[in-house]
Structure formats: structure tokens, C-alpha cells
């Protein structure tokens, strides 16, 4: 299904840019502004060869959005959606080879040397709201060598010089970033759209959203997850280490976005309780601010829970601040494939999640389960273990149920794993980089099985009211040329 980017890069680095009094605008392509039709780009979308949908303004739109621009900055988090970002950035270097085209993000930083062949002068390897102001002091001086600039790859000679991120390059108190500009985003137009980064929203449902985070990295670290990867010595820094807003701060950022007219707050932070008790008094300032709040994004069953039950603050915490919906990352029911691969995050044998579940429900928030199958040494018998654990939880109250194929997305140590181990032909297709395509081969369960379980499972766990709804947002149906078509086909894209 198509749903507007939105990505937090956008306000972060305008933010960046603004607080040093630098000229910046935000464009989505995705969705364009006052002078784009929302009929003609966004529920008009087109087929690629690959089978994603094209959704977004024309070329001649985005040369004209960008033609006075000195620098265009290019954001690239999902690797899916790589394609589709170099093509903008061919488009832009073949019309305009003195503009300076810089990308981010951490599908850009994890393949540099594409984006470097395709167009794009520079590629940050890191948080860059330092980074950009740097970018911009070599630009104003008329320069174009950025190989003195921390943290960032760029060609010079032809050469790529990639410089690693610095621990001093990172901003450890999060209380010193600039505040985002949110109110330089479209927001009206998503509000209209109403498709936010969670749940199911219509336009009636008047869901004016943004997202915030009020803290960054995460204290797991799980091979699927780049930041498992970002540690000293990576070329992105250990930007993966959990650090904090202050309450104060967060607080402000709460009110700028009240300002502008938001009433539904996503949450997105990568472990929300990574300190459990500073979050559960943060969470408890919220009870008070007009606007609903959703956590689709960084909740942990194990910070969930104490002693293996419950952990009735926490849930009570979230409740009162507004929380209607909750995504609980189970990944998987198998203790090998957890410990394996997901930290061991949580304890199968011993956490009581019926429990839990019941105690969300009794507080009113609709849970879903996230499960993920398909791990390169996964047996048939572990995913069943996994399918049966989600259908025991629907019976004990689970909402609904996501299921995911596990991808070796560029910048993981899963990616690594899979190249090195012969999981992922090197000539892999980028746009099948996707959560419902079983992207690697010589797997204990073959890639056309996954699909297959993937979409029978995810059928047979939700309702079909969710189902429907879901398929309902679709904006084509999707025919894929090939064999592995079907997890497509489910109505979850
Ligand atoms: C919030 C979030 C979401 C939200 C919203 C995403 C959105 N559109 O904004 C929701 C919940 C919807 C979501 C969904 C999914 N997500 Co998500 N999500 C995140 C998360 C936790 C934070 C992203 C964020 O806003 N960060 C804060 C901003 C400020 O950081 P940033 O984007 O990195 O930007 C900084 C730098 O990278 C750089 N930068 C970035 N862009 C640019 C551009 C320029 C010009 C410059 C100069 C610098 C720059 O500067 C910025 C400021 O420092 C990331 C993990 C992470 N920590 O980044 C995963 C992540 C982006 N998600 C991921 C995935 C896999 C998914 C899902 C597929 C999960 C699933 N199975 O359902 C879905 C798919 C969504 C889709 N569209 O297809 C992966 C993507 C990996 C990949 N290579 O594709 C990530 C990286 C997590 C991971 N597991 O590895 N996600």
C-alpha cells in the first residue's frame, strides 16, 4: 500500500540548517506540494518492473522544485526504495551537474559506492546534523572537495575518500541537536491522506500526526538491525549506543508540534525502555498534553514485563499517556533462532505474555504481534513454533498479527552473514530488499515456501475485517512478473 514517507531526516536536517540561519526547504516527492494534484501523484500510482509502485510527482516536477537550490539532499532509509532515490539523483546530476547532491541515511551509508556511481556527490555516514553545516561552509566557498569533511564519502578525482565517523563527531547529548522544523514538512497533506506510520486511519478520522523520538540507538543488537553494526570503528560510529533526551526537552518538542496543530504523537524511538525508569517518568508528563500518542516503533516485551509477569507501571503508564496501540516485537517463538539472532530478547519458556496481553487489553490498547520466519538456518519446525505461538496469542487476545520475511538488509551484520555464507547472490535485486519477498537462497526452507507460509499464516491469523481493511488501501493490484509473487498479492503492501 502506498503511505507518505514522512522520515524524521527531513525536519532534522532543515532543523540543522535553520538554527545556522541556512535557506532550506523540505519536498516530498511522494506526495508534492500546493502546486501538485494529491489525485494525479499520490493515488495514481504506477507499476515498476520490479513490481513496487511508482508514487510521487513527475521528473519535470521535481527539476523545477529543485532548480534554485545549491545543495539537494537525498534521504535513502529503506532499501526497497533504493531505486527509485538514484533515479532522482541521476535525474538531478544529468540536468544539473553544478548542483551538489548529498544523501542520507542508513541504506545510502551502507551503499556508498552505488550512490557515489549514481549521481550523488556526497554521502553522509552518519547522524549529520553537524555533517551538513560542513557540507554547506565547502559549498559557499565555491569548493567542491569534501574529502577533508568527517564522516562522509565523496568522490574526489574520481577516487572515492570515505572518511569514518569519529567519537567526537557524534552528538552524545541529544539536548544539543536542533530542534527538528516540523512545520516546514507537508503536514497538512499527510493529515489529509491520513495514512501515518501506524494503525488505520481514514481521511474522517481527522489524525493530524508527526513523529518524534526522544531517544536514539538502541541496547540490543540484533543481526537483522543496522544498529547492531554501528559500534566503534564502523564507518557510521557508535551512533548505535542508547542515549536520551532530556524531559524538558522532549516536553518542548512536544509543544512546537502542538503548535502547529498536531494530535497524534508516534512515538518512534528504538527501545523506548532502554532506562526504564526515566521512560516511565517521561511517559507520566505526557498524561496531561491534549494528544494521543502510539508507539508503533521500539517496545520491548522484556521491558514489558517483571519477575516473567506483567509489568502493570509500565503498561499503566503508557495507557495514561494516551497509547491506544501497541506493536510488541516477538520476532519469533523459537529460543535457538532468538538467541541466535535477536539478543535473546525475551524468554519464551518463562515470560507470561498471555498475561500481558490481557493486562494491555484491560487497559484499553489494541496489540499487534510482530513475528519474523525465514532465517537462513530455520527449520520448518521453527516457524510452525512461531505460527503456533501467534495463533495461541490471537486466542488470547492478540489483535492482529504481522509476519515478516527476514531480509539481509545492506548494513547489517545479517547482510554480512548472508554474503559471506552464500545466502545472497551478490548480484541480489535491490527492490526486492522487501519484508513480504524471501530475498535469500540455500535456506533450510526454500524462498518460494516462505512466500507461500508467509501470506497463508497472515491470512489465517487477522480477521478478515483487518484483512479487508488493509487490501482496501491498496492502490493497484499488484501483479508480479515471476515465480515468488505471492506474499504481494496479501494485501500488506
Ligand atoms: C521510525 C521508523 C519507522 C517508522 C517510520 C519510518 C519513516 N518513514 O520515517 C515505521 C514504524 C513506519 C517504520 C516501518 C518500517 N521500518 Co522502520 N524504522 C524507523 C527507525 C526506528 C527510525 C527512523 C528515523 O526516523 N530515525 C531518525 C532520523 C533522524 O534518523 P535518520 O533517518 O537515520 O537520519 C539521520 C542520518 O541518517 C542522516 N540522514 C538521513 N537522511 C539524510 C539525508 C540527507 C540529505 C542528509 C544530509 C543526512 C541524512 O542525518 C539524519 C539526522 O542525523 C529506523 C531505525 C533508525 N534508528 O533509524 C527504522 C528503519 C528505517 N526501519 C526499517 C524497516 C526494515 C522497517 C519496516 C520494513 C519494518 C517492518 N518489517 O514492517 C517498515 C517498512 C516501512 C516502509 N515504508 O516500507 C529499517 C530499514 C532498513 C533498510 N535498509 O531498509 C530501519 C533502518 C531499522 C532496521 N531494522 O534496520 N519504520
Not at 519536498?27 to 508534492?32: E, K, L, M
Not at 549521481?119 to 561552509?137: F, N, P, Q, R, W
Not at 572518511?163 to 544539543?176: A, C, F, H, P, S
Not at 512546537?256 to 516511565?280: P, Q, S, W
Request: with cysteine; proline share 4%; charged share 25%.
Amino acid at each position: 500500500m502506498v503511505k507518505p514517507n514522512g522520515s524524521l531526516a527531513y525536519p532534522q536536517i532543515a532543523g540543522a540548517l535553520l538554527e545556522k540561519g541556512i535557506e532550506v526547504q523540505i519536498f516530498d516527492a511522494c506526495i508534492g506540494n500546493d502546486k501538485d494534484d494529491l489525485q494525479t501523484v499520490f493515488y495514481a500510482s504506477t507499476q515498476l518492473d520490479s513490481g513496487l509502485l511508482r508514487t510521487g510527482v513527475s521528473d519535470e516536477r521535481i527539476l523545477e522544485e529543485i532548480k534554485d537550490s545549491h545543495i539537494i539532499g537525498l534521504t535513502s532509509i529503506f532499501s526497497a526504495q533504493e531505486s527509485m532515490v538514484l533515479h532522482c539523483s541521476r535525474l538531478i546530476k544529468a540536468h544539473f551537474p553544478e548542483k551538489v547532491v548529498v544523501a542520507g541515511g542508513v541504506n545510502a551509508r551502507a551503499r556508498k559506492n552505488i550512490f557515489l556511481s549514481n549521481g550523488v556527490d556526497i554521502v553522509c555516514l552518519s547522524e549529520a546534523e553537524k555533517t551538513i553545516i560542513d557540507i554547506v561552509d565547502v559549498v559557499a566557498i565555491n569548493s567542491r572537495d569534501f574529502s577533508t569533511i568527517r564522516s562522509v564519502a565523496s568522490l574526489k578525482d574520481g577516487i572515492i575518500v570515505s572518511n569514518k565517523t569519529r567519537l567526537d563527531d557524534i552528538i552524545w547529548d541529544l539536548d544539543e541537536q536542533p530542534y527538528p522544523a516540523w512545520h516546514l514538512m507537508p503536514n497538512e497533506r499527510y493529515w489529509q491522506i491520513g495514512r501515518p506510520h501506524g494503525g488505520v486511519f481514514g481521511p474522517q478520522d481527522n489524525i493530524r500526526y508527526a513523529s518524534i523520538m526522544t531517544s536514539l540507538g538502541c541496547i540490543f543488537s540484533c543481526t537483522y538491525c543496522h544498529i547492531a553494526g554501528e559500534s566503534d570503528g564502523s564507518d557510521a560510529g557508535n551512533i548505535g549506543k542508547f542515549r536520551i533526551k532530556s524531559d524538558e526537552r522532549v516536553l518542548k518538542e512536544i509543544d512546537n508540534l502542538i503548535k502547529i496543530g498536531v494530535n497524534t504523537i508516534y512515538v518512534e524511538d528504538d527501545t523506548l525502555f532502554g532506562h526504564k525508569h526515566r521512560a516511565i517518568n517521561l511517559l507520566r508528563k505526557f498524561n496531561t498534553i491534549d494528544a494521543a500518542f502510539m508507539c508503533v516503533n521500539g517496545m520491548n516485551i522484556a521491558h514489558m514485563m517483571r519477575h516473567n509477569r506483567p509489568d502493570e507501571e509500565v503498561i499503566e503508564v503508557l495507557a495514561q499517556a494516551g497509547v491506544r496501540e501497541l506493536d510488541l516485537p516477538f520476532e519469533s517463538a523459537s529460543s535457538r533462532i532468538l538467541k541466535k539472532y535477536a539478543t535473546n530478547k525475551w524468554s519464551v519458556e518463562k515470560f507470561d505474555i498471555p498475561a500481558l496481553i490481557g493486562k494491555c487489553r484491560k487497559y484499553g490498547m489494541s496489540i499487534n504481534g510482530a513475528f519474523m520466519i525465514g532465517f537462513p538456518d530455520e527449520s520448518r519446525e521453527e516457524i510452525e513454533m512461531t505460527l503456533d505461538f501467534a495463533r495461541q496469542m490471537r486466542e488470547a487476545g492478540l489483535n492482529t498479527v504481522n509476519i515478516s520475511i527476514a531480509v539481509p538488509l545492506p548494513g547489517t551484520p545479517m547482510y554480512d552473514e548472508a554474503m559471506e555464507n552464500g545466502n545472497l547472490r551478490p548480484d541480489f535485486n535491490i527492490d526486492k530488499m522487501h519484508w513480504l519477498r524471501a530475498n535469500m537462497v540455500n535456506t533450510l526452507v526454500s524462498p518460494d515456501e516462505l512466500e507461500e507460509i508467509q501470506r497463508k499464516a497472515w491470512e489465517s491469523l487477522n480477521d478478515q475485517s483487518y484483512i479487508s481493511k488493509k487490501r482496501a488501501m491498496l492502490a493497484v493490484e499488484p501483479v508480479y512478473p515471476g515465480k515468488n509473487h505471492s506474499a504481494i498479492a496479501n494485501g500488506q503492501l
